[in-house]
């Protein structure tokens, strides 16, 4: 079987190595390792987005001194705030690993008669790199994100292709954050020779590149939003499923080139959202690249910097991402256009508006031909899109306040209206992206 790899392991993957860990690295031949004088046997598993390590050993705090009795463990190690970032390789060295986030789920004492026993402990890591070597760059100055259906969507590389020799897209000037940088669409190619068949695949990717170095945090922050721009135009349920942080060289900010130094690191973490099935195939969206392209730079620009429809987009996307009840799906999205809403001003006098349903008129009545489209939603089912609107309200208000008792509907009721305010809510804040979007006040009366 041909090994993978470790930049081409992802986030759905499940696996099992056995492998080493070090508390701390020592200097060996000019390179940082783990000491092999100190390593600990151990076996990282990865089953259903979730990584646990066991551990033959119950660390304890680096320099803990107790003048007392020592309770409840309170010597042990119990979350990476005690014991900072462990390291850890495969037994044959071939893949690194560096931990940054872990706490601890269980630990035992083994007793045994004629010989010593030990601790072993199982801990949760929710934060760790696949690397190329231990002493990573603390800041990430590229990532490059895999995220599912943008290759259908763009449709720009096919495996037939040489990949090497088609231009890649290049956006530049993006600013997300404060924070400027460049957003690049390319793919790449794998190839797998058998026996009696030949296989070629093209893979699209988004790479980011900074011109200054940010920490994790802002980039996972950036990627998010990137997926959920995406999810909206291209219309299903996308994951991010690897995050290559870094490159094969590294760069010299003094001498300003590429150092042959390979620090890539290959980053897993817990996402709130990473579907676990994708079929990717090649289908029609409402709103493919092809279509948009000239006007892609400007629309992803505003996007990036409209905080307002970027928490708009979020809470839309909340509720179809998880099996939330029915009754807070209805409250999460009202809320939601409410709060995007908030600076709706009546066009005759310029005093804000109030009332929920008339909010909610105006940011439906964005849709041409709105009551067609809610007619196609559920097939043979008429819908009145007005009265649709202020049952929504309705039973936001019974189901909050308590009010319009008259009017509450049971959950089972309410599930093919909220199909349709849902399908019309995508289209929506799809036009606001592509055609009306403006920075932090995009939804105006006039």
């Known amino acids: ?39 600990i ?37 119990s979350s990476e705030k005690d014991g900072h970032t462990w390291y850890a390789r495969t037994w044959d060295g071939a893949i690194l690993f560096v931990i940054h986030k872990y706490f601890k789920v269980a630990s035992h004492s083994l007793h045994a008669y004629n010989h010593f026993s030990n601790e072993t402990s199982r801990w949760l890591i929710n934060d760790y790199s ?23 969507w763009f449709a720009l590389f096919k495996p037939e292709q040489e990949l090497e020799t088609i231009p890649p897209l290049i956006f530049s000037n993006l600013q997300f954050e404060g924070k400027t940088f460049s957003l690049m669409v390319g793919a790449e190619g ?27 945090g802002f980039i996972y922050r950036l990627a998010v939003v990137i997926r959920n721009f995406f999810q909206i135009l291209i219309g299903k349920a996308i994951g991010i499923s690897r995050i290559i942080l870094n490159q094969n060289k590294s760069f010299n900010p003094k001498t300003k080139i590429m150092v042959p130094e390979d620090e890539r690191e290959n980053w897993f973490l817990d996402q709130s959202f990473l579907p676990q099935t994708i079929v990717e195939k090649i289908d029609q969206s409402d709103f493919p690249y092809r279509r948009i392209s000239e006007k892609f730079d400007s629309i992803l620009k505003k996007y990036l910097a409209d905080v307002k429809l970027q928490n708009l987009v979020s809470t839309y996307l909340t509720v179809n991402q998880f099996q939330i009840p029915v009754n807070t799906q209805i409250i999460t999205l009202v809320s939601g256009i409410e709060s995007y809403c908030i600076d709706l001003k009546y066009p005759s006098n310029r005093k804000p508006i109030k009332k929920a349903i008339e909010k909610l008129q105006h940011f ?30 309705d039973s936001r208000d019974y189901i909050v306040h308590g009010e319009k008792a008259e009017k509450a509907r049971s959950e089972i009721e309410l599930v093919p209206d909220l199909m349709v305010f849902k399908n019309l809510m995508r289209k929506v804040i799809a036009k606001i992206i592509l055609t009306t979007v403006d920075k932090n006040g995009s939804c105006c009366a006039d």
């Open 190 to 216: 794998k190839e797998k020779h058998k026996l009696h068949s030949f296989e070629r695949t093209a893979h699209t990717f988004i790479k980011i590149s900074f011109e200054e170095t940010q920490t994790r």
């Open 1 to 39: 079987m041909e090994k993978k790899k470790f930049t081409e392991y992802d986030m759905r993957d499940d696996f099992t190595f056995p492998v080493y860990v070090g508390y701390g690295l020592i200097e060996q031949g000019g390179i940082e390792d783990i000491d092999p004088s100190q390593q």
């Open 130 to 152: 696949m690397s190329s070597q231990y002493m990573l760059a603390s800041g990430v100055y590229q990532a490059r994100l895999y995220l599912d259906h943008i290759y259908s």
């Open 364 to 393: 439906f009545g964005l849709l041409d031909n709105l009551d067609e489209l809610a007619q196609h939603v559920i097939e043979g089912r008429k819908v009145d899109v007005q009265l649709l609107l202020q049952d929504m309200i």
């Open 41 to 77: 046997p151990g076996e990282l598993t990865r089953r259903n987005g979730e990584t646990y390590l066991e551990l033959a050993d119950n660390p304890r705090k680096n320099g803990y001194r107790s003048a007392g009795i020592i309770r409840n463990g309170e010597d042990r190690v």
